[in-house]
Nanobody, 125 residues
Framework: QVQLVESGGGLVQAGGSLRLSCAAS????????MGWFRQAPGKEREFVAG????????LYTDSVKGRFTISRDNAKNTVYLQMNSLKPEDTAVYYC??????????????????WGQGTQVTVSS
């Protein structure tokens, strides 16, 4: 079992920045693909970014490319999402997830085995 706890969400004005953290416990995340997802009210959960086991393979959804950066520190068992130039459409609950997938940047939510409880990000215009 892997327990994931997100932190760092909050209210920010458009153009601002937030850094989300995802602290894992129970098992080392070294062997897990890690991802960030988000879900806005009335919408399906969507893939935001994924990172492979060593951090060398990364994938972003098009809408966040150039603004968001995913990273991982396996020694600290933690994954991060740096979000810059935030837009009101980024408003959502953000979830961290861990996958045993063999695909290093797995975008499919169904392929993730463990999920955090989520952290709210609200971007005001």
């Amino acid at each position: 079992q892997v327990q994931l706890v997100e932190s760092g969400g909050g209210l920010v004005q458009a153009g601002g920045s937030l850094r989300l953290s995802c602290a894992a416990s129970g098992r080392a995340i070294t062997n897990y693909v890690m991802g960030w997802f988000r879900q806005a009210p009335g919408k399906e959960r969507e893939f935001v970014a994924g990172i492979g086991w060593s951090g060398s393979r990364i994938l972003y959804t098009d809408s966040v490319k150039g603004r968001f950066t995913i990273s991982r520190d396996n020694a600290k068992n933690t994954v991060y999402l740096q979000m810059n130039s935030l837009k009101p459409e980024d408003t959502a609950v953000y979830y961290c997830a861990a996958s045993r997938s063999r695909i290093p940047t797995q975008p499919a939510p169904d392929e993730y085995d463990y999920w955090g409880q989520g952290t709210q990000v609200t971007v005001s215009s």
